[in-house]
């Protein structure tokens, strides 16, 4: 009896300890996390750190009045991309891989989120840029969308404005060669132009600068010997004030004309009084509402920033930011492969700088916005009808 009674201990205790062992090991199937990233790669720092801030700027907005989705809280990891394409490709290989994010927004200059495509490609995991108008972007690419109209209808717009508009026969252009977004810009408006005028001569100068560089006195001497009608000077906002700065010291009173990165403080702020009237293309207007979400925009931007304007960049950052939320909500999953397939059946989404209906290739169909310096302020003059 008693050895009988000693092998049941012995049993029992082997049993006990097995269970503990068993109860000590971690669960096969993980937790769900609490939180949901979204990442930003956008340039902080450098040449184009103006740009980037103010995009972020429409993100953390967006963040603060939508911090939610699915029930869980929803996290910004914003990593700088330092205005580098290198850097870009980094950054955003970094979000994917060691933050877990399951979607990324950016980045401020095409350059910087074609160099992070093939990253987000071969990862898996959807981008939504703000932005970053060049074709390039979401070429080829299933994984990047934007929420912005791209440089073909942009370049269209501003070759259509210089012949309608200023009667412009003759056109120079001054672009930022190492620049994606300025020579994609460049391109698109002399295909244009030369149509429009049905001369193939009309673009009668086409001068190029480095990013970076400050001084100009070369390239406009060449323009202003060729006598053009208008100038289009698609690039960098600080390199460009400076262009023009330099131009009206040399003489030149021809009409200068841009793209959206000339929407920034640094632009009037470099340029002075020598940048006025500047004509350039846009996103979005505050003076113009396009939908109830253009009203809340508003509404919380001149909360958060009194007496501040919001940039038309600071809205497509915002409107990225809700859209990857939407589309987590059309998928109920915050699974990157599923956010991607709702982002790409995008169709008349409500966003602050207008309805965003993705195309074939993800990219919004949206009107531009033109815009002049008045007053030492950026001032509407007209939309510009996408269809």
Known sequence: ???????????????????GCASSKPSSTPAAPETIKIGVFEPLTGANAAGGELEV???KLANKLYPEVLGKKVELVVV??????????????????KDKVSAIIGSWGSGYSIAAGNIVKEKKV??????????????????????CFIDPFQGTV???????????KKAAIIQEVSNDYAVGLAS?????????????????????????????SAQLTNVKSKNPDVIFAPGNFTESALIIKQAKKLGIK?????????ETDEFLKVGGAEVE?????????????????????LDEYKKAYPGKEPAAVTALGYDAYILILDAMKRANSSDPVKIREALAATKDFPGAAGPITLDVNGDAVKDAVIKTVKGGKFTYMDTVKAK
């Open 57 to 59: 700027e429409g993100m």
């Open 80 to 97: 700088d991309n330092k205005s580098d394409k290198a850097e870009a490709a980094s950054a955003a290989a970094r979000l994917i891989e």
């Open 188 to 216: 698109f408006f002399k295909a244009e132009f030369v149509k429009l005028t049905g001369d193939p001569n009309s673009v009668v100068e086409t001068s190029n600068y480095q990013t970076g560089d400050n001084d100009f």
């Open 126 to 147: 959807p981008a939504v840029g703000a932005s970053c108008t060049n074709p390039l972007v979401t070429q080829g690419n299933d994984y990047y969308f934007r929420v």
């Open 1 to 19: 009896m008693k050895k009988v009674l000693s092998i049941l201990l012995s049993v029992m205790l082997v049993a006990i300890m097995v269970a």
């Open 277 to 297: 009237g500047a004509v350039f293309s846009t996103f979005f207007d505050p003076s113009v509402t396009m939908t109830p979400e253009s009203t809340k925009f």
């Open 254 to 262: 021809t009409p200068f004309i841009g793209g959206d990165t000339w």
């Open 158 to 168: 501003m070759a259509r404005y210089a012949f309608n508009k200023l009667g412009a």
